[in-house]
């Protein structure tokens, strides 16, 4: 147990290896993370990656960081025995019980992929560590640039996130729960109306417990629910499946951004057609979305700092 001084909340700290297969393109993953943070909330640099989260015992601060060689989790909770829930989490998060050497040889016999393969071994697809954060972050960032979505998020998450805890270093926000978004979302939420009616739709049905998102959801099921929301499309269910469920087999057909990618490499942009070039990349379409996002452009706040390391 960690000492706070008499301000701080009290938190229990500990700090453990994260065992994965290699290879692993964690570097991308910290891209990534920045690329998408949300100010407050988050925190990347080249060899780490900071948030608060909410868990079942109270909010918590983790960093998973690069230590010679390998990769390791210092995480601080309100509650210890929400540290085995948080490490499950954050592996999810990393993609850390992926086999990268199946993945990579199976798209690695699609000749158009073989070179993506080639460049960036071991790439992982990004999970969620909070199921409804992530709907609520696709649906707030769907049909707008990464940059306008960080600012959007960022806003939204100063006005209805409650603060962080003291020993969060370096954070002050939580991200706003379902529930805070549904009470104060026709106050804040900005942006097109059907949009704003989307949001508000999903996070009042989470509020309400009328939709429930889980690891352990049946995919068909969640896809089907979601769905049914008002102004969820197949792009936003297929999303929160990637994600959420760490479906490995998702193609982001309705991706803009992939579909990009796929034209980059001289893939058809027919949805059709480029739907059935990835049947060849199956049961592993995710990873083979993922490569055709290619590689991000951090931002140029990513760097590091002595005050960021370990």
């Known amino acids: 147990m960690s000492t706070p001084s008499s301000s701080e909340a009290p938190f229990h700290e500990e700090d453990a290896a994260l065992d994965h297969r290699e290879p692993l393109d964690v570097r991308e993953l910290f891209v990534w993370f920045a690329v998408h943070a949300v100010e407050g909330v988050e925190l990347a640099t080249p060899t780490s990656y900071s948030r608060t989260i909410t868990l079942p015992g109270g ?10 060689g390998g990769l390791r989790l210092r995480s601080r909770v309100t509650d210890p025995a929400d540290l085995p829930v948080l490490t499950t989490r954050v592996r999810r998060l990393f993609d850390l019980d992926a086999d990268p050497l199946a993945v990579d040889r199976a798209l690695s016999r699609v000749p158009e992929l073989r070179p993506l393969v080639a460049a960036r071994p071991g790439l992982r697809v990004v999970g969620a560590l909070d ?19 960080r600012t959007m ?14 020993f969060a270093t370096g954070l002050t926000h939580m991200f706003p729960t379902a529930r805070a978004v549904a009470e104060d979302g026709e106050r804040f939420l900005r942006g097109p109306r059907a949009r704003i009616r989307a949001v508000l739709g ?15 959801d049946d995919a068909a099921r969640q896809r089907s629910a979601l769905l049914a929301l008002p102004g969820v499309g197949p792009w936003t269910a297929d999303t929160v499946r990637m994600r959420v469920l760490g479906d490995p087999d998702v193609f982001l057909v309705d991706d803009g951004a992939m579909r990009a990618g796929a034209r980059r490499i001289g893939l058809p942009e027919d949805k059709k057609a480029l739907t059935a070039w990835a049947q060849d990349a199956s049961p592993w379409r995710s990873y083979a979305t993922t490569h055709l996002w290619g590689p991000l452009t951090p931002p140029a706040t990513f760097s590091a700092s002595e005050s960021e390391q370990p």
């Open 59 to 68: 909010p918590a601060w983790l960093r998973v960081y690069e230590h010679h």
């Open 131 to 149: 199921p409804e954060e992530t709907l609520i972050r696709t649906l707030i960032g769907q049909q707008i640039s990464l940059a306008a979505a």
């Open 153 to 166: 998020l960022g806003a939204r998450t100063r006005e209805m996130g409650e603060p962080a805890p003291a």
């Open 202 to 216: 999903a996070v009042r049905a989470l509020a309400a417990g009328e939709l429930r998102l889980s690891p352990d």
